[in-house]
């Protein structure tokens, strides 16, 4: 079983920078593929940014690229997002999911999700 919360969500304004964090309970975090997910209200949760078990291999949208960066420190179970230069279109509820077979960027192969954390951009 995996459990995953994650934090640092909040109001900033545009242009800001925000780094979200996600805690995974367990001994098999460094086994685990990991990703960001969002989704804006009145919209479909969309893929932000993934990283491999590892941590050697990344992948982002497009969206995203250039200004956020996804990482991970194993050893403390933690997974991180560097949000830099946000947008407004950036607003959304923010997810870490966690899955055990590969990286993907579908919801659908993620088992494992947190609660959420709202990121909140003013322009």
């Known amino acids: 079983q995996v459990q995953l919360e994650e934090s640092g969500g909040g109001l900033v304004q545009a242009g800001g920078s925000l780094r979200l964090s996600c805690t995974a309970s367990?001994?098999?975090?460094?086994?685990?593929?990991m990703a960001w997910f969002r989704q804006a209200p009145g919209k479909e949760r969309e893929f932000v940014a993934g990283i491999n078990f590892s941590g050697a291999f990344t992948t982002y949208a497009d969206s995203v690229k250039g200004r956020f960066t996804i990482s991970r420190d194993n050893a403390k179970n933690m997974l991180y997002l560097q949000m830099n230069s946000l947008k407004s279109e950036d607003t959304a509820v923010y997810f870490c999911?966690?899955?055990?077979?590969?990286?993907?960027?579908?919801?659908?192969?993620?088992?494992?999700w947190g609660q959420g954390t709202q990121v909140t951009v003013s322009s």
């Open positions: 999911a966690a899955n055990f077979g590969a990286l993907y960027v579908s919801e659908d192969f993620y088992a494992y």
């Open positions: 367990g001994r098999t975090f460094s086994t685990l593929h």
